[in-house]
């Protein structure tokens, strides 16, 4: 899944920026054993940023550049000039985009999927940066690419203001992408992310090294066991069998929760991933793994990029 990410040579570092706090990490290590080794986060007021995939995300320029200076100081990396970024969920869309059939000319490709695309995200693809990678075609054989947006105002309003403050910022990428790179580097067999938001989750459903599934939920905390449920018996529906990693980021969802929606859904229960079932050290951190998961999900792509570069 993460092939088209890992080509290039992307720093050890990662900026995971919320609504309410930026987090900055870098690590040390080998691709199956990695451990944080510079950290720190901070919280953001109200008003400062908002997640949101049509309009102004940055509100309060000034604020938050003192934030991320903070919180880059507190970390020991004020002098860390590559970056790869993490965006707040709401601030970009995944989706799996359907083709019911592949034209043969090149123009006539591309004004099929912008329309699909068009009719996944809300907005016009002119409107749009997208990242998208062919994946296994569907029970119909329909063609499938696993497709990220972000509207290019967003975009330029963070890439302006890291330029401004002599940051580059190489890859940018959504938050639910950044933290499923943890189940491409250890996960074997089917696996599910599941990243908790105020306002609901981001389902991504992967199997083998694919995505299969991708759900956004709006739904309330008490709500969030039986929307999980629903997911989880979907899969086990349409693919028949039973999830045997399930990586659960964010404070909104109760651990106990998904335990307990996977256990009515498979008839037994399934353990939730932590940070040691993925390869990450957090010892000396003072860290949890929800608030480093994205940032650092970002970090461990370098050590990827290392890995097939030996390979090679």
């Not at 947006?149 to 330029?163: G, N, P, Q, W």
């Not at 991504?204 to 995505?211: A, K, V």
Request: charge should be negative; proline fraction near 3%.
């Amino acid at each position: 899944m993460f092939e088209f990410l890992t080509s290039p040579s992307y720093p050890n570092a990662g900026l995971g920026i919320e609504e309410r706090s930026i987090t900055a990490a870098t690590l040390e290590g080998n691709r199956s054993s990695l451990r944080v080794r510079q950290c720190s986060t901070n919280g953001l007021a109200p008003g400062i940023v908002a997640g949101d995939f049509f309009g102004r995300n940055i509100l309060d320029e000034s604020a938050f550049v003192r934030c991320l200076e903070d919180t880059l100081a507190a970390a020991g990396l004020l002098n860390q000039k590559r970056w790869s970024v993490s965006l707040p969920g709401s601030s970009a869309r995944t989706a799996i985009v359907t083709l019911e059939a592949e034209p043969s000319a090149k123009g006539e490709w591309q004004e099929i999927f912008d329309w699909k695309a068009e009719q996944a995200f809300g907005l016009a693809a002119s409107e749009l940066r997208m990242s998208r990678k062919k994946i296994s075609n569907d029970a119909e054989g329909r063609s499938r690419y696993f497709t990220t947006a972000i509207r290019l105002s967003v975009i330029d309003e963070y890439e302006t203001l890291f330029e401004r403050s002599g940051w580059r910022a190489g890859l940018i990428l959504p938050r639910v992408v950044s933290e499923a790179a943890w189940l491409y580097h250890g996960a074997a067999g089917d696996a599910l992310l599941l990243s908790a938001q105020p306002g609901g989750f981001s389902g991504l459903l992967l199997r083998g090294d694919e995505p299969a599934v991708v759900r956004s939920v709006t739904c309330t905390p008490a709500e969030a066991g039986n929307e999980i449920y629903r997911l989880l018996m979907f899969y086990h529906d349409r693919y028949g069998g039973i999830l045997e990693n399930i990586l659960l980021v964010g404070e909104e969802i109760d651990r106990t929760d998904v335990v307990s929606a996977a256990a009515e859904a498979f008839g037994r229960e399934i353990d939730v991933m932590d940070a040691a079932d993925v390869g990450l050290d957090l010892s000396g951190t003072g860290l949890a793994f929800d608030v480093l998961a994205a940032p650092a999900g970002l970090a461990s792509l370098h050590f990827g990029t290392q890995a097939a570069r030996v390979a090679g």
